[in-house]
């Protein structure tokens, strides 16, 4: 009997001091966020890597989803707390009745080139601009997001009848490839999809344009985006989702060209660091602003996609404002 | 022997041809990598046991769904056969909702499901379930009716005569829509892996063809058709154990 209770004390003695850290991270809230293998998320890497979300006492656990278009409809389903997602997907959701809310800013287009959207062509082939591109075929990694929008308003800016143009969807790793077969006469890629394209194929494809910046310089781009019914019972678990993910922002901004940054980014996209070298970077931001949104769902408005959508100010979580 | 020897030449010279072709560029893309250069980069991730640990995780989902799957299917199945009024109830449904792709499905099994083990391992269930049961059913029916009814004569009580009679019966029609549904099942497991979450050989097919590392995808492709042929032999094999005698009548699976 002394034996058994000797043995459950020790066994308790020993069994404490393991139990303690499992128990501070039971004390994290855990957080499921959905990203894409894009140069957008590396602020949200940033983030986990320096552990500033667990300082904040959250642990991301991010849903990394190459593919496939899981994102919002998880999110609508309550897989997700948070999904990265580019603004034209997000607002269509929201002009659906979805009550999306965006809760802090991924990537912005730079105020110039370079920047993360390219427009390519074959050498040669003729096609320099919107108006060459009338009755050809322009590939694009889906219909209706911010890839296909900025590329259609390219279009536009440089003489041609969007309306005019057949766009094809091919997926980014093989753009290259079909472009400089012939299948496509001109495509709407991103880094690093871009740069991986003109180092391969560099003597057959060149580029002809910026979409992002040549349209909507400093143009809105891809947000992290929440749910309002959680975000209003969760507000305080969202604060610091926020406060996490800006200090990454801010770990990001400061090592812009530098190793660390590019080695961060290989390491959850997967891509060779070498690679990564020349590849261009969008803008990192914390905060939306109204007029982004606002600018957005006028372009989409003017592209075909039209319809009500509340104002941008009415979708901004408090967490997205300045 | 002379057969199965010619099988091996040919798929030999595709392979020689997938070497010469990226080698000379024939085919030039760094979408198309030397054969040799994904065998040394399979045998990196393997050594490493990147892939084994993949691998092994895939094949878990996709056994637990085909278990499940083959469960419900015989079930369904001697159901279906044994009372005219569950073909006529269920039948139609069945019918709707075996030839549409489960890939399309998938986006609202993520709703109902999430996008962890259950959803896809439901995923595999489901491929897993036709077949079985359409099987397990044609099988019923052509069990001799006079087997069943020497049973009764002798008095063998009813679930005897289904345990020994019946099931050894129908095992070979059985056997066959598992066939099916193995090759099927691990199709749409990792075609659900390749869609949602962060699991198994699907997913890092999909992150390595975004990642621009060909060799690895292939790397990946290469387990994918190793995989899928070692498991239909391995089938094969115990298919003869198991109905060995099915085979002995002459008849051929």
């Not at chain 1, 320099?128 to 390219?154: F, Q």
């Not at chain 2, 097919?205 to 070692?230: C, D, T």
Request: charged content about 20%; overall charge positive; hydrophobic content about 50%.
């Amino acid at each position: 009997m002394t034996d058994i209770t000797r043995r459950a004390a020790l066994g308790a003695a020993i069994a404490a001091p393991l139990a303690a850290p499992a128990l501070r991270a039971q004390a994290l809230t855990k957080m499921r966020v959905s990203v894409i293998p894009v140069l957008d998320v590396a602020p949200l890497h940033a983030a986990i890597a320096q552990g500033y979300f667990a300082a904040e006492g959250i642990e991301i656990d991010t849903s990394t989803t190459a593919g496939g278009a899981t994102g919002l409809p998880g999110l609508v389903a309550g897989q997700f707390r948070a999904v990265f997602s580019n603004g034209v997907s997000t607002l269509l959701g929201v002009r659906e009745g979805l009550e999306f809310r965006f809760i802090a800013a991924a990537s912005r287009a730079m105020p110039q080139p370079p920047d993360i959207l390219a427009v390519l062509a074959r050498k040669g082939g003729g096609i320099r601009t919107g108006k060459d591109l009338e009755g050809k075929r322009l590939a694009s990694n889906t219909r209706n997001n911010i890839v296909w929008l900025r590329g259609m308003a390219w279009v536009e800016k440089t003489g041609g009848d969007w309306r005019k143009v057949n766009t094809i969807e091919v997926p980014f790793p093989q753009m290259a490839d079909a472009l400089a077969n012939g299948q496509v006469d001109a495509c709407v890629s991103s880094e690093p999809f871009v740069t991986a394209a003109l180092q391969s194929h560099g003597e057959k494809i060149e580029r002809i344009g910026w979409p992002l910046s040549e349209t909507a310089p400093g143009g809105t781009n891809a947000h992290y985006v929440g749910i309002a019914p959680d975000l209003a019972k969760s507000g305080d678990l969202f604060d610091r989702f926020a406060r996490g993910l800006h200090k990454g922002v801010d770990w990001v901004n400061e090592r812009r060209g530098r190793p660390e940054l590019i080695e961060l980014i290989a390491n959850f996209s997967r891509v060779p660091a070498e690679r990564l070298k020349d590849v261009a970077l969008p803008a990192y931001p914390k905060e939306i602003t109204p007029a982004e949104i606002d600018e957005l769902v006028a372009t989409m408005q003017r592209y075909g996609l039209s319809g009500r959508y509340p104002t941008g100010a009415s979708l901004l979580h408090r967490t997205a404002q300045a | 022997m002379r057969r199965v020897s010619s099988g091996v030449w040919l798929v030999l010279a595709l392979l020689l041809l997938w070497e010469v072709s990226a080698r000379t560029g024939l085919v030039d893309s760094p979408n198309w990598p030397p054969l040799t250069r994904v065998i040394a980069v399979l045998g990196r991730d393997i050594v490493s046991g990147e892939l084994p640990l993949l691998v092994g995780s895939t094949l878990a989902r996709m056994f637990t769904g085909l278990a499940a799957g083959t469960v419900a299917g015989v079930s369904f199945g001697l159901l279906f056969g044994a009372s005219r009024l569950a073909r006529l109830v269920l039948g139609p449904t069945v019918e709707l909702l075996r030839p549409i792709p489960i890939p399309a499905v998938i986006p609202p099994l993520v709703l109902f499901l999430g996008l962890d083990n259950g959803m896809k391992i439901t995923v595999g269930a489901v491929t897993a379930f036709f077949p079985v049961l359409t099987n397990t059913a044609q099988g019923l029916r052509a069990v001799e009716a006079d087997q069943i009814a020497m049973a009764r004569t002798f008095g063998v009580p009813a679930w005897r005569r289904l345990s020994r009679v019946t099931l050894p019966a129908i095992l070979p029609y059985v056997l066959a829509g598992l066939r099916v549904a193995l090759a099927l099942t691990l199709v749409t497991t990792v075609v659900a892996e390749m869609i949602a979450g962060e699991q198994g050989i699907g997913h890092y097919l999909v992150l390595m063809q975004f990642a621009g590392r060909a060799e690895e995808m292939y790397a990946a492709v290469l387990v994918l058709a190793f995989l899928g042929y070692a498991l239909n032999r391995g089938f094969v094999v115990m298919e003869r154990r198991l109905i060995g005698w099915f085979f002995a009548t002459g008849r051929e699976g």
